[in-house]
């Protein structure tokens, strides 16, 4: 199992450290399997500095698509865009 560092920015920390944010939506241009723990660090993007906190996560599902490859119509992504819906 892997241990992976990212930076997460302010305005979504707490929901996160928290548990109430279930999720994360990525580029994927890294490799992260389930059981891996993804270590979040706090990152301002204004002073582009770490604040010194992080959290610590457990990846327990990991799905990953091409934009090529959606539901939806391309044209209807870009005027709509999308959204991630968390479960319990």
């Known amino acids: 199992m892997?241990?992976?560092?990212?930076?997460?920015?302010?305005?979504?920390?707490?929901?996160?450290?928290?548990?109430?944010?279930k999720?994360?939506?990525?580029?994927?241009?890294?490799?992260?399997?389930?059981?891996?723990?993804?270590?979040?660090?706090?990152?301002?993007?204004?002073?582009k500095k770490y604040t010194g906190r992080k959290t610590e996560k457990k990846v327990t599902y990991v799905g990953k698509f091409k934009v090529d490859r959606l539901f939806w119509p391309e044209e209807e992504i870009k005027e709509k865009g999308i959204q991630i819906i968390s479960l319990e």
């Open 23 to 47: 999720y994360e939506l990525r580029l994927n241009d890294f490799k992260v399997k389930e059981g891996d723990t993804l270590i979040l660090e706090e990152w301002d993007p204004r002073t």
């Open 2 to 21: 892997a241990t992976i560092k990212k930076k997460i920015w302010p305005e979504y920390f707490d929901d996160v450290a928290s548990g109430k944010k």
